[in-house]
């Protein structure tokens, strides 16, 4: 029920409607956490080992075995978090770092998607 006297926080709307990230691997699909229900504890991880991330492999134009080694655990770190089913052990560092990729990107997206509609309909944004 809208109403023009009223502002709204869709939450369907900045979390995709809950839509499920799927990742497929030698014929087995694995659901990754939705954002909607990444709790703070984890929210806050994510977050540190992204800073971390970018830190060790940003500014330097090469990168250590150490820091390698680090960072290839640290994405082993947060696909346990988005789904301790997944065979960590048989996905290459490439394809841990894609579907990382795949998934900050569906969330950036359904960020910009709810921002570009509330500029749309004049809807002010919660700042983050």
Do not use: C
Request: no cysteine.
């Amino acid at each position: 029920m809208s109403d023009e006297k009223h502002k709204a926080l869709d939450l369907d709307e900045l979390f995709g409607q809950a839509q499920i990230i799927k990742i497929k691997w030698q014929g087995k699909e694995y659901e990754l956490m939705p954002t909607s229900a990444i709790g703070p504890k984890d929210a806050l991880t994510l977050q540190k080992m992204q800073t971390r991330a970018q830190a060790l492999s940003g500014g330097a134009d090469t990168i250590t075995e150490e820091n390698a080694a680090e960072l290839e655990t640290m994405f082993d770190e947060i696909l346990v978090i988005l789904n301790k089913d997944l065979p960590l052990s048989e996905i290459p560092f490439g394809g841990k770092m894609k579907i990382i990729q795949f998934y900050m990107d569906e969330g950036e997206g359904k960020k910009k998607a709810a921002a570009v509609s509330k500029k749309q309909t004049g809807e002010k944004s919660i700042p983050e």
